[in-house]
């Protein structure tokens, strides 16, 4: 199962677990009935349950994300909507012993129709909404174009050498020995960093320190 583009590589392993703990419990539903009866009876809902145990795991990364200046509300939602999309996709081919288009069209209207009227879904939405109001809260009108000049400055700066070498934030961070807050505060323009700091960070970069953006 692909994650969307952009997805933070720090925020994976508590959904590969809950993609491996959704696995084991499929795997046991399935041994518990009989197979000649799969679709009609459980198998519906044994692969719904499955879809739904890794999606909620995803969201509530995606809204981490947010929390640490990564993604915006934006790219939260359209990043929920395009994973939601494959991981039925993917989990009805994978499990359907005999798998239509028009199967997989029923089973994701089904799937979405139980997932939005869930608490789950519910609780992610209040999460969006929490988020907003503190992202709202911390642009403060007086420091809102030093803090966008800043953010654009050392973006437009760092980007471009991470896209280079392939790395996330956390690479980064790891590279320079660094927390990873310090690395993501920095790109995020939250904090200026002590000039060691700085210099570790320009250091892993492979740029001079007195080239670097404060």
């Not at 809950?18 to 041994?31: H, P, Q, T």
């Not at 915006?72 to 039925?88: K, V």
Request: hydrophobic share 40%.
């Amino acid at each position: 199962m692909e994650y969307p583009h952009g997805f933070p590589e720090h925020l994976k392993p508590p959904v590969e677990q809950a993609m491996a703990r959704a696995e084991i419990k499929y795997l046991k539903a399935c041994s518990e009935f009989d197979p000649t009866h799969r679709y009609e009876t459980i198998l519906p809902t044994s692969i719904y349950d499955f879809v739904k145990k890794i999606f909620f795991v995803f969201t509530k990364q995606a809204r981490e994300a947010g929390r640490e200046g990564l993604w915006s509300i934006e790219q939260i939602r359209l990043a929920t909507e395009d994973y939601l999309h494959h991981l039925i996709v993917d989990a009805f081919f994978a499990k359907d012993p005999s798998p239509t288009t028009f199967g997989l069209k029923w089973f994701e209207s089904e799937a979405r129709s139980h997932l939005f009227a869930s608490k789950d879904w519910m609780r992610h939405q209040r999460g969006l909404a929490t988020l907003a109001r503190s992202v709202s809260v911390k642009k403060q009108p007086r420091s809102l174009g030093q803090t966008s000049s800043v953010l654009e400055t050392r973006q437009r700066f760092v980007k471009p050498i991470l896209d280079e070498k392939g790395w996330s934030i956390l690479d980064w961070a790891n590279e320079a020995e660094v927390a990873y807050h310090t690395a993501a505060d920095y790109f995020a323009g939250k904090k200026n960093p002590f000039r060691s700091t700085r210099a570790k960070l320009a250091k892993a970069l492979g740029t001079p320190v007195n080239s670097f953006p404060q």
